[in-house]
DNA sequence: GTCTATAGCAAGATAGAC
DNA sequence: GTCTATCTTGCTATAGAC
């Protein structure tokens, strides 16, 4: 029996979660402490604790919302008209990330930490799993709609290209976060070259 | 004026060295105690801060010591005989890290560091733009026994491919680090089909 | 549900003997 | 140069009032 508005529980934890991505994304997870985050959504620890069990905790739903909105980026792109080549998948769920407004240090972090700690582990592996369908069925309809491009058949050329393209997103977000002179478009404009198109 | 010789201190330091990568890779950086380490090199508080000033400076010599390994397979390769191509080249990169025994989980952990301590993103950036020109010198190898693969000449086509096969390379390290089901040799066979061949 | 105050702990780094 | 002992800081999470 919640004592407030569904509504309104939701709405405060899209509050903290939103506080944490900031203060994570320029401070990154092991730096920031909870009292940060807690002033930075302008509420109490008691209140915060209230939604949140622990930091990490809140570091999962971050996670969880990143995720869900990229797949949601794709199953767009591949409802739409024209099917896009791989390289367009790519840069779709690129664009999204950045228009979003997400710091891609941010996803660095998450990485990291998912190295070490096996509930963020299983968090992003669930998480890779269903962006993995996503992009396969993008891809898929790509190739369907150009056969010439799967000589061995499309299903095996979509299940082996995938990890390669999810690798050069993975490529662009660890140049973007740590080198200096990165070129984000010439980058997937390369990509797209290099990718079947 | 050193006080031991500089053979005995550079022992010392790569002693110290090496028990910090092993425990990094294994807790993660963030997790890891200044005393965890000096227990596993077998030493006490005052040696271990006799050689190194803080754990950020170790963790930084880790990061030296791991690039310069790479940037040395890469000049090899591109002494040797026959060139590389460039799925080729990955594969010489990605496999020296594993052979040599490297936990990809640690670089995962570097680079999440390096996006929020700037010395250490300086000492990646540094390293990075060695290992860069190192790949650009295998590509270009290639690409010169290959001119009929770089239709807009060799010098745009090297410098446009270098960041995407690094970026594979990353995606490799995220993959092989984070996801349960990751299969290493599709991964190399896939980025070997994808690039120029 | 939200607040303030603080318990309780871990860890990085130092001091001083040998 | 290396050791042991410990100081100091900063943080997560809880307790209890409102």
New interface residues.
């Given amino acids: 029996m919640p004592k407030i508005s569904d509504a309104r529980r939701d709405a405060r934890r899209a509050q903290i979660v939103e506080a944490a991505m900031r203060v994570f994304a320029t401070?990154?997870?092991?730096?920031t402490s909870m009292a940060e985050i807690i002033a930075e959504a302008g509420l109490s620890t008691g209140a915060v604790y209230g939604y949140f069990e622990s930091k990490r905790d809140l570091f999962s739903a971050v996670a969880r919302r990143t995720l869900g909105r990229r797949n949601a980026d794709l199953e767009a792109a591949a409802a739409a008209g024209r099917p896009p080549a791989p390289g367009e998948v790519l840069g779709i769920v690129v664009n999204g990330l950045v228009s979003e407004g997400i710091d891609l240090?941010l996803l660095?972090?998450l990485?990291?930490?998912?190295?070490?700690n096996p509930d963020m582990?299983e968090v992003?592996?669930a998480g890779?799993k269903v962006l993995r369908e996503a992009f396969s069925a993008a891809l898929r309809r790509w190739f369907e709609a150009h056969p010439d491009q799967a000589p061995d058949g499309i299903d095996v050329t979509v299940e082996?290209?995938v990890?390669?393209v999810?690798?050069?997103?993975?490529?662009?977000i660890?140049?973007s976060?740590?080198?200096?002179d990165?070129?984000p478009p010439?980058?997937l404009?390369?990509?797209r070259?290099?990718?079947p198109h």
């Fill in positions: 401070k990154g997870y092991q730096h240090r660095l972090q990485w990291g930490e998912a190295t070490v582990r992003l592996n890779v082996r290209l990890p390669v999810m690798g050069i997103g993975q490529g662009f660890v140049q976060a740590m080198i200096d990165f070129d010439a980058y404009e390369s990509a070259r290099t990718l």
